[in-house]
């Protein structure tokens, strides 16, 4: 398919991956239109996305996201929209809806548009039950310790169903600690916290130590794109994989680029293995370019001097 037929649908656009999903189609002149419950733009501002239309409606509407697919003419389809899990477990009824049935929602509208698409999985499919110490290979079972793993776990088995009961291509991506300008929520947005506060000149305390994956949020939102163009068969899902890193090497890229001091809870550790094998995703997609942690620490920094909330 040429470049120019392409149209693309980010679901979550308004998020920090989404903004910036956006962000680089819109720069690459491909046309995108974003679909999100929320209308606060702000991160698609600091993406340097915001001239991006964003059509606002629920993911489990299925209607809705019909009629946005149709009038835009979409051929591929970036889902990203997900509840994370301190708002599943306020209401684990609706998060189960959005997080499960969205994606039933994107499937089978692919199903019937024929379109490709690339969906959010995440590392927390699996648990800290899943770390042998060695980065766990693609094709690891995983077992989830929350509704939002399970979640996503229950999004993998069902896009596979897809493509074998209805040939529906679709290529499920795990990230694990996304970073940059806009990533705020969640425990895991801790270091890009730190990151916005040192922006402002203030000292900062990432919430958890030890040795971990952080991959760049422009670098991710690359890898959905090629992703969903390369969702032509099968149901493949794939670890982001990105730099590992320790979280002490993260506090010091920041003092470095911004002089303020970092300091690091080294008690608490995340419950899920440090490092996942990204080979099998380079080897599908060709090879994924990651920016030096230190570069988009100070990416980062600048973006949020730049564009002060
Ligand atoms: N950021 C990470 O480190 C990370 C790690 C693993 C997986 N993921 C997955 O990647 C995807 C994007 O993550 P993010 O960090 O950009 O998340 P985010 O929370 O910043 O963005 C999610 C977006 O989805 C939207 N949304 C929520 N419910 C919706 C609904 N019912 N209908 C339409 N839109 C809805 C929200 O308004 C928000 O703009 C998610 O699926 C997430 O589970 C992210």
Known sequence: MSAEAERFL???????????TCAVLAEAGVPVVGFDLGDDRRRLVLAGADSVPVERGDITDRAALERVVDEHGITHVVHLAALLIPL????????????????????????????????????AVYSDADDDGTPVPNDAPGHPTTFYGVHKQACEGLARIFWAEEGVASVGIRPFIVYGPGRDAGLTASPSLAMAAAARGEPARIAFGGRTQLQFAPDAARVFVAAARAAAEGARVFHLGGPAVTVAETAAAIEDASGVRVEVDEETRLPFPEEFDGAALDAALGGIRWTPLAAGVRQTIDRARAVPD
Do not use: E, F, M, Q
Request: with cysteine; glycine share 14%.
């Open 10 to 20: 980010v679901t979550g656009a308004l998020g920090c991956i989404g903004a910036w």
């Open 88 to 123: 599943i477990k306020r209401d684990p009824p609706y998060g189960t809806a959005v997080n499960i049935g969205g994606t039933v929602n994107v499937l089978d509208l692919a199903r019937t548009r024929g379109l490709r698409v690339a969906y959010a999985s995440s590392a």
